[in-house]
């Protein structure tokens, strides 16, 4: 009886052996790897820096003169959108809507489509409007 019982021991030790070991070796890391950007359009979203502010996305800037980290929101989207304190210079890619620039609830700047605004002062909200074919 006790040969049977350690056979059964054995035998379950070694299948979750089996099963378990490879499985916890082909789980994903916890956390994404830091040099994967992440996709242009959601909240906080940065395109690289070689593609700069591509067509159907309002960018800002951390710098005066379109430098520094970019903030990118794409078109479609429309509200509220917080880059963060200090952004200074914004570009409006956006085919027929403009958007708006302010600090603590203030505007900046009103921007058309195509527009670029290289220094407008600093600025930590960027706001699209629903509506297309809408200017300043």
Known sequence: MKT???GVLI?????????IVPAMAAEEPASEPASEEPTPGVEGTVPPPEEGCGPNLVCAYAGAGFTG???AVECAQSGNFHPGPGYSSARNRC??????????????ACMNPGEDRSNPGNFNNIWLPEVW????
């Open 11 to 19: 035998a379950t030790f070694v299948l979750s052996v089996v099963v």
């Open 69 to 71: 980290a970019i903030y």
């Open 95 to 108: 085919g027929s809507k403009k958007n708006k620039l302010y600090s603590g609830g203030i505007e900046v």
């Open 133 to 136: 074919g809408t200017t300043c």
């Open 4 to 6: 049977k019982l350690f």
